[in-house]
């Protein structure tokens, strides 16, 4: 059986996008609202929002986006800088995010469009990945 990870970056046709396996937990106090975890299986968010009339599903939305799965400038940031490799991440907007899987279950899957990151040479995956899961763990965490 495949092993599942939190974060992945996943290629269909020409398109590239990063998928984001969370576990939600809705009906969380205001104040537990944010990124609780990230582990090697999943994003754990608590919600305030009840899981009911998509309300958790736009909460969710809302927290990836303000957290910014990938990292948050006016511009574009370089991310990475590795032997002529470089890696360009901007803002996750709300429209950038969907929930993919999961949409009335805790268990989702949100995957953040191409347009928000680029890749500039031969850049491994797993670096990416790293740098996504350090700017949810920074910067997630400390909403709360």
Do not use: W
């Not at 999943?42 to 958790?56: F, M, N, R, T």
């Amino acid at each position: 059986m495949a092993s599942r990870h939190a974060i992945s970056l996943v290629k269909k046709s020409s398109a590239e996008f990063l998928q984001l396996r969370c576990h939600v937990r809705p009906g969380a106090s205001k104040v537990r609202e944010g990124v609780a975890a990230v582990t090697d299986e999943a994003i754990e968010l608590c919600v305030s929002a009840p899981p009911q009339d998509g309300k958790a599903n736009k909460a969710v939305i809302e927290i990836l986006s303000e957290v910014g799965a990938v990292p948050t400038s006016v511009n574009l940031t370089v991310l990475f800088r590795d032997q002529g490799c470089l890696v360009m991440l901007s803002r996750a907007t709300k429209s950038d995010l969907q929930i993919t899987h999961g949409s009335k279950t805790r268990d989702k899957t949100i995957s953040v469009a191409s347009t928000c990151f680029q890749r500039i040479g031969a850049q491994k995956n797993d670096d990416i990945l790293v740098l996504v899961k350090e700017k949810l763990l920074r910067d997630g965490l400390s909403q709360g």
